[in-house]
């Protein structure tokens, strides 16, 4: 292996080594290269991966400290080094290049990191969101039947134009997944004579309200009403409607 190699090499070993991804043959190998060419890893990397995890362990992801995006990729900055032959230019890039992959590399891990802490919106958000997009949309009642659910009430929106909904549902008793589970069901007579399922749901315990969006599996375009059962785990592919929780017509 050449020396140029052999740096080409070393500066691949030595971001794996800072990024905490070498197994125990490499890490061996990067020893042996550090004793062959007389040098040692990156101090400069080895600090900045440090100002990356720091950053990582905070609640959630802030935006990038100043001046730090300056340093994440040095091959589009990079600082004055003295001149070089033109024999020894293609070997002195070498680590150079080798410093800004694994720079940038930690810069995109840093941001994923960021993404994966950031919380989800949750229902409720979604539906308010839903609700700020299409003014005009309306929220239509749930009615409760009788004995269980005569308490059952409540409100669901719809958009049409981007096969959205959300169910706010109150009064409803609370479920045990492994004997019943409630499923929605939008009737739309322009589209079928058999109503749409429009998903799976549990009530939690201990809630008075709670948000439910709608997972319909077909587009849905007038809907003339939404209906509640109570089905086996799991819901029903056709339900004999035996028990109905609540009904919300347009």
């Known amino acids: 292996m050449s020396r140029e190699e052999m740096l080409s090499r070393f500066e691949e070993l030595d971001a794996g080594r800072v990024l905490g991804d070498l197994d125990a043959a490499e890490s061996a190998e990067w020893s042996e290269l550090a004793r062959q060419l007389g040098i040692s890893g990156d101090g400069g990397l080895e ?5 990356f995890e720091a950053a990582l362990s ?34 002195a890039m070498g680590p150079w290049l080798g410093w800004a992959a694994a ?3 930690l810069g995109l891990l840093v941001f994923r990191g960021g993404e994966r802490e950031k919380p989800a919106l949750t229902a409720d958000a979604r539906r308010d969101a839903l ?24 409100e669901v929106v719809w958009s049409d134009a981007k096969q959205e909904g959300y169910m706010t549902l109150t009064g409803i008793p609370a479920n045990d997944p492994g004997q019943h589970q409630y499923q929605l069901w939008i ?7 058999l109503p749409v399922d429009g998903g799976v749901f549990d009530i939690p315990a201990g809630q008075e309200k709670v948000v439910i969006p709608i997972d319909s599996k077909l587009a849905v375009r007038k809907p ?17 409607q035996e028990v109905v929780v609540a009904i919300a017509k347009l």
């Open 47 to 51: 600090l900045l991966a440090a100002e």
């Open 58 to 91: 905070r609640e959630s992801a802030p935006a990038m400290p100043a001046g730090l995006a300056d340093r994440l990729c040095p091959v589009v900055a990079m600082p004055d080094r003295p001149p070089v032959a033109p024999a020894e230019s293609k070997i």
């Open 103 to 105: 720079a940038c590399l």
């Open 131 to 154: 609700l700020r997009q299409e003014a005009g949309l309306k929220g239509i009642p749930f009615a409760g039947t009788s004995g269980d659910f005569s308490k059952a009430g409540g």
């Open 187 to 193: 009737v739309d007579p322009d589209r079928d004579a």
């Open 224 to 240: 003339a009403a939404f209906v509640i059962t109570r089905e086996k785990p799991g819901g029903v592919v056709k339900s004999a």
